[in-house]
């Protein structure tokens, strides 16, 4: 099958504002519905896989640009991957037409991004840990997760508190957790 080309068209229509249907997308790419249904578990793994495409190239973006080290590199790459989530108009819009789906899909274990920022935050936080340069409060996968929350916190603050979202706020919770000034 074609998933590349099919998570390509899906990733393009999904940061174009488009909803993603599943039968369009099959077709556009040249394979059954069916088959694109089997290979990525349904509508929503599909938007799952989209989200994750896009949060992975942000996260390694962040991590890229992130200053410091130990605590303070990890503060940096957080604020840095809350500032473009915050910035992603796309991730805002979905978030916006379909609030259910979209908490299922990012901010759960069963919706498959969570775990798989948990686990890049984890590397991240666990390169660190090895290099001598942090001593975690936690074990490093605990850090990571509630990390990852604090960061779903203040991005997604509008559906959860009515705020505005606040990647500083990000930075002075995940610093707080650390032991970071920022």
């Excluded at 074609?2 to 229509?13: G, P, Q, Y």
């Excluded at 936080?125 to 490093?140: K, N, Q």
Aim: charged content about 25%.
């Amino acid at each position: 099958m074609k998933s590349d080309e099919v998570l390509a068209i899906a990733r393009e229509r999904f940061v174009s504002g488009q909803r993603l249907e599943v039968g369009d997308i099959a077709a556009a790419a040249g394979v059954n519905r069916s088959t694109v249904y089997r290979r990525f578990h349904g509508r929503d793994g599909l938007i799952a896989e989209v989200i994750w495409s896009l949060t992975e190239l942000s996260m390694a973006a962040a991590d890229r640009r992130a200053h410091g080290v130990g605590g303070a590199r990890i503060v940096s790459m957080m604020h840095g991957f809350a500032t473009l989530a915050i910035g992603a108009d796309y991730f805002r819009a979905f978030f916006n037409q379909d609030v259910e789906r979209a908490w299922r899909i990012m901010t759960t274990r069963a919706g498959g991004v969570q775990p798989r920022i948990v686990d890049r935050v984890a590397e991240s936080i666990a390169v660190e840990v090895d290099a001598g340069r942090l001593h975690p409060p936690l074990p490093v996968g605990d850090l990571a997760l509630i990390l990852v929350r604090i960061t779903e916190t203040f991005v997604y603050a509008t559906a959860i508190t009515g705020e505005e979202p606040d990647a500083d706020k990000v930075a002075q919770a995940c610093g707080a957790m650390l032991g970071v000034r920022t």
